[in-house]
């Protein structure tokens, strides 16, 4: 029977290989949620974004199990059909068995594994990080936060966004992410007492939306820049299924009203015109612009773990110095309607660029 690890108190395993994967340069998120049609089906222990090329993207997920008996088998299987259903490229397996016949079979099964003996060379070499704080802590301080449930429920938002991560990346991500930005965005401005873990939420969101924003850019970095703003404003604007797919939703919806409702036919006109009115009146501009440059693409990768780094850094967050990430936030800002002037003073650091 396998082995349990030993961790120093305090420390769980899932944390000795996210800074594992963070030493190698990967973006790393811990405990995603994999949800299936409004039911919690399970955690991804580890979901894990690499860079390889400006036009190649990876992402790992990774099932961690520090168990006497940990049914490696079993988890092979489970995570090979986890891997399929979020779409991932490759899933590795991280267990105290260190029997070569998980490694033979988990090989055929396109699986990678972490076995016993390498866990606990890892461990062994592993000193904590005391300048990160570590998922539970992160939690903590949001549910220190006695009104947050009935104050918007950051709990479940901050849930929401990191489950985005399970599904097929693409601008419905990044739209989800930029809502749920302007939110916090707004409570660091209003709520004092909990403006730190508000900033913290912001800036992890801010970096899953730099995440999805290179993710994207893979197909269309390649466009000239005129053709990369359309391409951009058109994600913004309709999201995954683009300009064709919405018109298609719209006139689908259209022609219903019309057949079906008593008056349809000015009632559809309206749903046209109210749409019309929305689309035109959001501020995508300033986004595909920004984001249609060689120099910022190039940096979004880089940006997204600086921002994940800052939010869960164990001293409170503050503006970033850096002009890459400053600009990235001060782009967003300029999207959510907020002023740039009133958010850096809250922070009592000066916004000039």
């Not at 062994?124 to 990080?129: A, F, V």
């Not at 006109?269 to 959001?282: A, G, H, I, P, T």
């Not at 910022?296 to 001293?315: C, P």
Request: hydrophobic share 40%; aromatic share 10%.
């Amino acid at each position: 029977m396998p082995d349990l690890i030993t961790l120093p108190k305090g420390m769980a395993l899932e944390e000795v290989l996210r800074d594992y994967f963070l030493k190698t340069g990967a973006y790393v998120v811990r405990g995603v949620p994999f949800v299936y049609e409004n039911d919690d089906v399970t955690d991804i222990d580890l979901w894990v974004y690499s860079r390889a090329s400006s036009f190649s993207r990876e992402i790992t997920i990774v099932d961690i199990k520090n168990k006497k008996v940990p049914h490696a088998l079993e988890r092979i299987f489970w995570v090979n059909g986890l891997k399929q259903a979020t779409y991932s490229n490759k899933a590795i397996v991280a267990t105290t068995d260190s029997r070569p016949l998980i490694k033979s079979f988990a090989k055929k099964q396109d699986v990678m594994v972490l076995d016993g003996k390498f866990l606990s060379k890892l461990v062994r070499n592993q000193n904590i990080n005391e300048e990160r704080l570590v998922e539970e802590k992160l939690i903590n301080l949001i549910d220190s936060y006695e009104l947050q449930k009935i104050d918007g429920d950051w709990k479940n938002r901050m849930k929401y966004c990191k489950s985005i991560l399970s599904k097929p990346i693409n601008f419905d991500s990044c739209n989800s992410w930029l809502a749920e930005g302007k939110f916090f965005a707004e409570l660091v401005l209003t709520r004092e007492r909990e403006r730190n873990t508000a900033l913290r939420c912001l800036y992890l969101i801010c970096s899953y939306l730099a995440l999805g924003i290179d993710f994207c850019m893979r197909e269309i970095s390649f466009l000239e820049t005129h053709e990369r703003i359309e391409k951009l404003k058109e994600g913004f604007l309709f999201g995954g299924r683009g300009l064709a797919g919405t018109n298609d939703l719209i006139k689908f919806s259209m022609n219903m009203i019309s057949q079906y409702v008593e008056g349809g036919d000015i009632h559809a006109r309206l749903l046209r015109q109210r749409f019309d009115n929305e689309v035109s009146n959001l501020p995508v501009n300033i986004l595909a612009e920004y984001f249609s440059k060689t120099e910022t693409i190039n940096h979004m990768f880089q940006v997204a773990k600086s921002l994940e780094q800052m939010a869960m850094q164990s001293q409170n967050p503050t503006l970033p110095d850096v002009i890459d990430i400053k600009s990235y936030l001060y782009c967003l800002l300029d999207y959510w309607k907020i002023s740039r002037q009133e958010f850096s003073s809250v922070l009592n650091v000066n916004s000039n660029i």
